[in-house]
C-alpha cells in the first residue's frame, strides 16, 4: 500500500512561481513512476508530467514544457513539481499519482495511487 501526500499549493499572480510536492509512503521502488494531473472547475482531469523514481525518465504534456519542470529527492521520497510562468489557465487542483509500470502514463487508468490534491489559483 502507497499514500501520496500533496503539498505546495497556494494562490499566485500570473508571472509568478510554485513548486508543488508529493511525498510518498509505504512500498515504493526505484522503477515506480509518480505524474502529476491537473482538474479545473468543469473539465476533465488532464496529464502534466510524469518521472520514473530512478529519474532516467520524464515526459511532458506540450503546454507545460519549459515552464514545468519534474524532479525526485529519493532520500525524501518526494517529486517536486516546479511550475514558473503560470497563466490563470493553470488554475487547478493538481493530483498526484504513482504507477508501478510504464504503461498508460499519460491517463488516470495507468496509476495505482493517487493523492488527495492540492489547490492552485493562478489569478490575472
Known amino acids: 500500500q502507497v499514500q501520496l501526500v500533496e503539498s505546495g499549493g497556494g494562490l499566485v499572480l500570473a508571472g509568478g512561481s510554485l513548486r508543488l510536492s508529493c511525498t510518498a509512503s509505504g512500498r515504493t521502488s526505484s522503477t515506480d513512476y509518480i505524474g502529476w494531473f491537473r482538474q479545473a472547475p468543469g473539465k476533465e482531469r488532464e496529464f502534466v508530467a510524469v518521472i520514473r523514481y530512478r529519474g532516467d525518465f520524464t515526459y511532458y504534456v506540450d503546454i507545460v514544457k519549459g515552464r514545468f519542470t519534474i524532479s525526485r529527492d529519493n532520500a525524501e521520497n518526494t517529486v517536486a513539481l516546479q511550475m514558473n510562468s503560470l497563466k490563470p489557465e493553470d488554475t487547478a487542483v493538481y493530483y498526484c499519482?504513482?504507477?508501478?509500470?510504464?504503461?498508460?502514463?499519460?491517463?488516470?487508468?495507468?496509476?495505482?495511487?493517487w493523492g488527495q490534491g492540492t489547490q492552485v489559483t493562478v489569478s490575472s
Open positions: 499519482a504513482l504507477a508501478r509500470t510504464g504503461r498508460s502514463l499519460v491517463t488516470g487508468a495507468g496509476y495505482d495511487y
